[in-house]
T-cell receptor
Framework: DSGVTQTPKHLITATGQRVTLRCSPR?????VYWYQQSLDQGLQFLIQ???????AKGNILERFSAQQFPDLHSELNLSSLELGDSALYFC????????????????FGPGTRLTVL | GQNIDQPTEMTATEGAIVQINCTYQ??????LFWYQQHAGEAPTFLSY????GLEEKGRFSSFLSRSKGYSYLLLKELQMKDSASYLC?????????????FGKGTRLHILP
């Protein structure tokens, strides 16, 4: 158990819908990262937040957005869902993630499996 | 551009040794990570290298050569439970775009 929690574990929805994925980082971690992993694909970095502010952006679609709240939990919002959005979505957290030491290891949550029908 | 290459799949025998290679090209370098990921599960941290040389941790060792942009993960005394994907990840420059780039992973199959 990494200490990172994600809800829900599974989500089944229809095309065109909107969903929200939730992540709570490990106690003491200020950075939250979101990743998408499709079948047979590597981890695709989406976005990173540090202490409530966006820090880095990866291959995140305009239909997707995220935020980190004052209590440091984060939500990833996916809208106008398409079949191709079906994937595992992982959240990871680390202590610093910006200007910190290189040993800033990311710890991953169990993921949310999104199925778009 | 930034790129991480590792073999797509490898097969080894239970009890043997296997070496998984990773080469990278990134703008800046502030550490290389190896993660293990079983199918459908979260990646779990295995090792971290920032200086050249070998880091040993039980059955697993990780090596780094910064001048060559090269790392390998060495797994000894292979067990069936080692069947998983192994992800190489590199942390680039420490700046506002600080992020870790993951390779696509090497799927390791262990045969009895």
């Amino acid at each position: 158990d990494s200490g990172v929690t994600q809800t829900p574990k599974h989500l089944i929805t229809a095309t065109g819908q909107r969903v929200t994925l939730r992540c709570s980082p490990r106690s003491g971690d200020l950075s939250v990262y979101w990743y998408q992993q499709s079948l047979d694909q590597g981890l695709q970095f989406l976005i990173q937040y540090y202490n409530g502010e966006e820090r880095a952006k990866g291959n995140i679609l305009e239909r997707f957005s995220a935020q980190q709240f004052p209590d440091l939990h984060s939500e990833l919002n996916l809208s106008s869902l398409e079949l191709g959005d079906s994937a595992l979505y992982f959240c990871a957290s680390s202590v610093e993630g910006f200007g910190g030491q290189g040993t800033d290891t990311q710890y991953f949550g169990p993921g949310t499996r999104l199925t778009v029908l | 551009g930034q790129n991480i290459d590792q073999p797509t799949e490898m097969t080894a025998t239970e009890g043997a040794i296997v070496q998984i290679n990773c080469t990278y090209q990134t703008s800046g370098f502030n550490g290389l990570f190896w993660y293990q990921q079983h199918a459908g599960e979260a990646p779990t941290f295995l090792s971290y290298n920032v200086l050249d040389g070998l880091e040993e941790k039980g059955r697993f060792s990780s090596f780094l050569s910064r001048s060559k942009g090269y790392s390998y993960l060495l797994l000894k005394e292979l067990q069936m439970k080692d069947s998983a994907s192994y992800l190489c990840a590199v942390r680039g420059a420490l700046n506002r775009d600080d992020k870790i780039i993951f390779g696509k992973g090497t799927r390791l199959h262990i045969l009895p």
